[in-house]
C-alpha cells in the first residue's frame, strides 16, 4: 500500500512540475521582459494599511511607501487603525506632514478595516499592503500597465522573506522564491488564486461592485480574489514588482498562520465550489480549483508516510532487540550485511521518491533565476523537501477537524 501512495504522490508532483515546465517554455519571452513598459497615464492610488499593534513595523512599511517612484500628487497613504493598544497610533499620527491620512476604528478585523478605507479612497486604483510589510521603489509602477487591459481586476506583487535568521524563517524563504515563480506561471493559465496583502493593486470600481472585502473572513486575500475570478476577472502577478514581508520565526506563530490559512481555504473553497470542474471558469475550474482539494491531500499523505515509517521502523528495532538482544548491531555494520541491506532497498519506494527529488531540485533552480534570487542555506532545502510537507499536512489535520468540529474562526 505505501508503494502505491508514494508512486500516487510522485506522480501528481511529476506532472505538475512539467505543467508548470511547459508553462514556462511557452511565455518565456513574456515572463522576464528585457524592457519594463512604463505606463502613459498615471492613476491615483490610494495604498490601505490596515494595522493592529504594529508599532514595531509600522515605521519601516509607511517609509517604504513614501519612497516609491510615482508622482508624489498622485498616491495617498490611508492608515486604518483597527483599536491597536500599542504605540502604532502616535507613530502613525507623526506622518501627517507627509499627507498620511489616519482613520481610527474599534478592533474589528481586517477585512473591516480595508473596507473602512475603501469608503474614503479617492484613488481609481485602490493597493493593499500589510502593516509588517516593505515594497520596492519600483514595485508599484511595475504593475500599472496590466490594468490596460480592462477585464484585469488586480494585479499583485513578488513576495519574499525579509527576515530569514532562524531555521524556519530560512525554509519559508525557499517556499516564497518557488510561490512567486509558480504564481507567476499561474498568471499565464488566468489561475491566480489569491492576491496577497503584502502589495496587491484593484480596481476601486471593481472593489466597489463586489461590495468590498468579505468582512469576518479568514483570508479576506483569498476570497476576494476567488471572488473575481467568479465574476471573470482576471488576475496577475507581476514579477518585476517585489515586496517583502516578515515571516513567522517561532513555531507556535507558524502553527497559529496556517492553521488559519488552511481554515480560510477550506471555508472559501467551499463557498466558491460551484467553480470545481466548471468550464465555464476556464482552467481556473478545471485545473486549479481541484488542485486546492488535492493538494491538502497529498500533504496529508506525506504525514501519514513519515508517521508510518517511524512507527513501523520502531516497532522492527524493537523486535530485533526482543529476538537478538543488542547483538543484531554488531550484525548490522559488517560490510556484508550493509551490502545486502542497500541490494534489499526497495527500488519501487527509492526510484518516484528519487524523481521527485531531482524535479523538486529542477524547479527551484528555475524559481531562482526568474526571481533573480541567490541559492542561500542549502541545507534547508531537503528539509523543505521531506518533512516540511509532513508539518503542512499536520497542520491540514487539525484545520480540517477544526472545520467539522465547527471551532470559532479567529484572527
Not at 101 to 109: H, V
Not at 151 to 160: E, F, K, L, P, R
Not at 292 to 315: K, M, Q, V
Request: aromatic share 12%; net charge positive; with cysteine.
Amino acid at each position: 500500500m505505501l508503494k502505491y501512495i508514494i508512486w500516487g504522490i510522485s506522480f501528481t508532483t511529476l506532472y505538475l512540475s512539467l505543467v508548470w515546465l511547459n508553462v514556462l517554455y511557452i511565455e518565456k519571452n513574456e515572463i522576464r521582459r528585457k524592457t519594463q513598459e512604463q505606463p502613459k497615464h498615471f492613476p491615483i492610488i490610494s495604498i490601505l494599511i490596515p494595522a493592529y499593534n504594529e508599532g514595531k513595523n509600522i515605521k519601516k512599511t509607511i517609509n517604504s511607501i513614501l519612497k516609491v517612484n510615482y508622482p508624489k500628487d498622485k498616491i495617498e497613504i490611508i492608515v486604518i487603525d483597527d483599536g491597536s493598544e500599542d504605540d502604532t497610533n502616535r507613530i502613525i499620527r507623526s506622518y501627517k506632514k507627509y499627507g498620511v491620512i489616519l482613520l481610527r476604528q474599534k478592533n474589528s478585523g481586517k477585512s473591516s478595516a480595508l473596507n473602512n478605507g475603501l469608503r474614503h479612497a479617492k484613488g481609481e486604483l485602490i493597493g493593499c499592503v500589510d502593516a509588517d510589510s516593505t515594497i520596492e521603489k519600483d514595485s508599484i509602477i511595475s504593475m500599472i500597465h496590466n490594468f490596460k487591459d480592462k477585464n484585469v481586476g488586480a494585479v499583485t506583487s513578488g513576495i519574499y522573506v525579509s527576515n530569514a535568521k532562524t531555521t524556519l524563517e530560512k525554509i519559508q524563504r525557499l517556499e516564497y522564491i518557488l510561490t512567486a515563480f509558480i504564481r507567476r506561471l499561474m498568471t499565464f493559465l488566468n489561475t491566480v488564486y489569491v492576491t496577497p496583502g503584502v502589495l496587491s493593486l484593484y480596481r476601486k470600481s471593481t472593489l466597489k461592485k463586489l461590495k468590498g472585502f468579505d468582512e469576518g473572513n479568514l483570508t479576506e486575500d483569498l476570497e476576494i480574489a476567488l471572488h473575481l475570478h467568479h465574476e471573470g476577472y482576471k488576475i496577475i502577478l507581476e514579477l518585476d514588482s517585489v515586496t517583502s514581508t516578515k515571516v513567522p520565526g517561532t513555531y507556535d506563530e507558524f502553527k497559529k498562520q496556517r492553521i488559519r490559512w488552511s481554515r480560510g481555504h477550506i471555508h472559501n473553497t467551499l463557498k466558491y465550489k460551484d467553480m470545481l470542474f466548471n468550464r465555464k471558469y476556464g482552467l481556473m475550474g478545471t485545473f486549479q480549483y481541484p488542485l486546492h482539494i488535492i493538494t491538502p491531500l497529498i500533504l496529508i499523505l506525506c504525514l501519514s508516510i513519515i508517521i508510518y515509517s517511524f512507527a513501523d521502523g520502531t516497532y522492527d528495532f524493537i523486535r530485533r532487540v526482543i529476538i537478538m538482544k543488542w547483538g543484531f548491531i554488531y550484525s548490522y555494520i559488517s560490510f556484508s550485511n550493509m551490502k545486502d541491506t542497500i541490494l534489499g532497498l526497495n527500488i519501487n519506494i527509492l526510484f518516484p521518491l528519487l524523481i521527485t527529488t531531482i524535479t523538486g531540485i529542477y524547479m527551484f533552480q528555475k524559481a531562482h533565476v526568474y526571481t533573480k534570487k541567490k541559492w542561500k542555506h542549502i541545507h534547508t532545502f531537503f528539509i523543505f523537501l521531506i518533512f516540511y510537507p509532513a508539518l503542512l499536512g499536520y497542520f491540514w489535520l487539525i484545520s480540517i477537524t477544526d472545520e467539522i468540529r465547527k471551532k470559532e474562526r479567529k484572527w
